[in-house]
């Protein structure tokens, strides 16, 4: 069974700092593309960062360029996002998602696998 477990969510205060993980299982991703995606209340889901197969390659949503990192660890099957500065505008779900392509994909509805998501809060 193929999963994608997210962690590393959790309540912080402006300006602080998160790192949340992704850890896939029941098949290897280290030759899909993978991305962090958010979605608010009331809100679309929205890319926020993407990262291709080697890690060579990354995308970040104007948002959040600057403040967070998108990383893998192919060897461990683990996407991770350092987030840094946080906004209470960053408050939202976070999913990660794979995507069995080489290159970045921007747009959630070309991703095939999906985390369940983790709650991020930022207070003010």
């Known amino acids: 069974q193929v999963q994608l477990v997210e962690s590393g969510g959790g309540l912080v205060q402006a300006g602080g700092s998160l790192r949340l993980a992704c850890v896939a299982s029941?098949?290897?991703?280290?030759?899909?593309?993978m991305g962090w995606f958010r979605q608010a209340p009331g809100k679309q889901r929205e890319i926020v960062a993407a990262i291709d197969w080697r890690g060579k390659s990354t995308h970040y949503s104007p948002t959040v360029k600057g403040r967070f990192t998108i990383s893998r660890d192919n060897a461990e099957n683990t996407l991770y996002l350092q987030m840094n500065v946080l906004k209470p505008e960053d408050t939202a779900v976070y999913y990660c998602a794979a995507t069995t392509t080489y290159t970045i994909r921007i747009l959630p509805t070309l991703y095939e696998f999906w985390g369940q998501g983790t709650q991020v809060t930022v207070s003010s």
């Open positions: 029941g098949r290897s991703f280290d030759t899909d593309s």
